[in-house]
């Protein structure tokens, strides 16, 4: 919450919150990714533009749906697409974690096993809804932000993707999606 508080003072200034989505949490279970309780978190953000409300006792618990396994992030990947997907603005924000959001993206192609993202810190990108049948609310990025951070190459297909997905976990911690 706090790279958001500092990366978007102007927007503060002018009421916009910040949303803490807890679904949007990282992907492991050491204390560095685990968030503190709910009252600790409350006192902590106490008149600061942050609205706490969708956070609830447990969400830090890392069992159930918050559990450090692929079934639950791919599940919680899923509803915090069709959360935003559902919001009335046009265009969000999210800030969140490198390893969570290739189960978000459902985009693999640059996932590395040492920093267990392909993401860097602060980095950008944006995406799209796609249009498909079903509820997983699928993103894809588009073509200007992938132009920007990769020039001309080609992304890989879906297939492609499941089989990066799933050689990266057998080289980590075993955390892969069973579908991109």
Known sequence: MYTALLG???ELKRGLRIISLPE???TADVPCDTGIDLDALNKEFDGVP???SLVHEGWNSKTGKWAPDSQAI???AKEVRQWLKARPE???VLVTHGGFVHFLTEDWDDYNKLAGTGWLN???RSYEFVSEAGDNA???ETKESRKA???KEVPLTETEQLAVARTKSSESNGIVPSKV
Do not use: H, N, Y
């Open 50 to 52: 942050v609205d706490l």
């Open 24 to 26: 949007a949490q990282e």
């Open 8 to 10: 978007f003072p102007d």
């Open 90 to 92: 046009k265009e969000v």
């Open 122 to 124: 602060t980095e950008f």
């Open 149 to 151: 951070r990769v020039g």
């Open 138 to 140: 699928s993103i894809v």
């Open 74 to 76: 791919v599940a919680r």
